[in-house]
T-cell receptor
């Protein structure tokens, strides 16, 4: 079992719709969770961080965390073509020496 | 805020050359920096953790004599790929973690695309 799992996609979303990305993790001791966006050929860019159960909203992005289910998600509202990228879920894992463990990423395609 | 600068952005050189990559945190101090490698369409692979003033911690399978890391100040870490060969060609990305504990996010540099001929 991978430590951080994401559906690789591609997730195809019409412009203006909501994109929903999911991530599960294996280390129950994890306390901090991050979503990064990575455009092709570029480095990752931090979008959201979340530490507590529930929802956290920042502009068009909402992160949701459920530690009991070991599940973190990202919603992108009013999706734009510029949101087309790979979204990486990253989990700070005490079991891995407090290093970030990345999922394989979900590729999102927003179609005009 | 939390800007990380990485140079050079692209390097093309002959086999056997040593290549030095710099990673700087521009507007914050970073006691810990990280070096990653990424192959096309793959996720990030952590190579080593760089701690200011101490030796870097390398991940399993990463040759420390091949990939030399120096973290001489709170704002600068360098990665030197020694005697590079074509199999070392990859996208190398550094990140810096804001001080305040391991729960703080990492911020990434723009990456260095290394091509060894």
């Amino acid at each position: 079992q991978k430590e951080v799992e994401q559906n690789s996609g591609p997730l195809s979303v019409p412009e203006g719709a909501i994109a929903s990305l999911n991530c599960t993790y294996s280390d129950r001791g994890s306390q901090s969770f991050f979503w990064y966006r990575q455009y092709s050929g570029k480095s990752p860019e931090l979008i959201m961080s979340i530490y507590s159960n529930g929802d956290k909203e920042d502009g068009r992005f909402t992160a949701q965390l459920n530690k009991a289910s070991q599940y973190v998600s990202l919603l992108i509202r009013d999706s734009q073509p510029s949101d087309s990228a790979t979204y990486l879920c990253a989990v700070n894992s005490p079991a891995a020496g407090n290093k970030l463990t990345f999922g394989g990423g979900t590729r999102v395609l927003v179609k005009p | 805020g939390a800007v990380v600068s990485q140079h050079p952005s692209r390097v093309i050189c002959k086999s056997g050359t040593s290549v030095k990559i710099e990673c700087r945190s521009l507007d914050f101090q970073a006691t810990t920096m990280f070096w990653y490698r990424q192959f096309p369409k793959k996720s990030l692979m952590l190579m080593a953790t760089s701690n200011e003033g101490s030796k870097a911690t390398y991940e399993q399978g990463v040759e420390k004599d091949k990939f030399l890391i120096n973290h001489a100040s709170l704002t600068l870490s360098t990665l030197t790929v020694t005697s590079a060969h074509p199999e070392d060609s990859s996208f190398y990305i550094c990140s810096a973690r804001v001080s305040g504990g391991s729960n703080q996010p990492q911020h990434f540099g723009d990456g260095t695309r290394l091509s060894i001929l």
